[in-house]
């Protein structure tokens, strides 16, 4: 199976508030935007999963696709923290957080480790169903788990990759002894740049 993977247009965002599961409203290029994301997709997508943001459903329904929502491709749950600016959150509870954000939380959210389990999970029952070309909409954490699993590098170390709003993912799912994620490429919907390495 392929799996092609993009994140939602830039937000309008100008308070710098902490988002993960609010709405948060696209900058209003983001019709020309879905124009160049679905010039660049296969034509033969057979299923589309989205995370249920608003942030990604108005770019697919720009893009004229059929889609499924699935609360497993939400971004991360940042808790009480949500809609907050990252300078009104205490700086000992965010400092906690960001010496292992991976297996902590912010407060009343979600781990980043829970995240990249559900996203894993999610990605493994979708290549069950038997699909050759898949598409999801999401977000950079989700993006971070599918890098982590099939870079075969850590939680941590996806957060030197920088990942961007305008750029395509694609993967390979294989299921040998195991579940299988490959890393194919990264293509650049505004330079055309194609990477085959990201780290």
């Known amino acids: 199976m392929e ?7 830039e937000v309008n965002n100008p308070e710098n508030l902490c988002y993960g599961n609010i709405e948060m409203p696209l900058v209003k290029n983001y019709e020309k935007k879905s124009k160049k994301f679905s010039d660049n997709l296969p034509k033969n997508i057979e299923k589309i999963f989205t995370s249920p943001s608003k942030r990604c459903t108005d770019l697919l329904n720009c893009m004229n696709f059929e889609f499924s929502k699935r609360i497993e491709l939400k971004e991360l749950d940042f808790g009480d923290w949500e809609g907050k600016k990252w300078s009104e959150i205490n700086k000992n509870d965010l400092n906690t957080w960001m010496n292992d954000f991976i297996y902590k939380s912010p407060k009343n959210g979600e781990k980043m480790i829970d995240l990249y389990n559900r996203v894993i ?17 999401t977000h950079a954490g989700v993006i971070r788990a599918l890098l982590s699993k099939s870079l075969e590098i850590s939680l941590k170390d996806t957060f030197n990759i920088e990942i961007n709003h305008d750029e395509i993912f694609s993967f390979k799912v294989n299921y040998q002894k195991e579940f299988e994620l ?3 490429q990264m293509l650049n919907i505004n330079n055309m740049e194609i990477r085959k390495t990201i780290v």
Not at 3 to 9: C, D, K, P
Request: no cysteine; net charge positive.
């Open 121 to 137: 999970d999610f990605t493994e029952n979708i290549f069950k169903m038997n699909l050759s070309k898949v598409l999801f909409v």
């Open 182 to 184: 490959s890393f194919l």
């Open 3 to 9: 799996l092609f993977v993009i994140r939602h247009t």
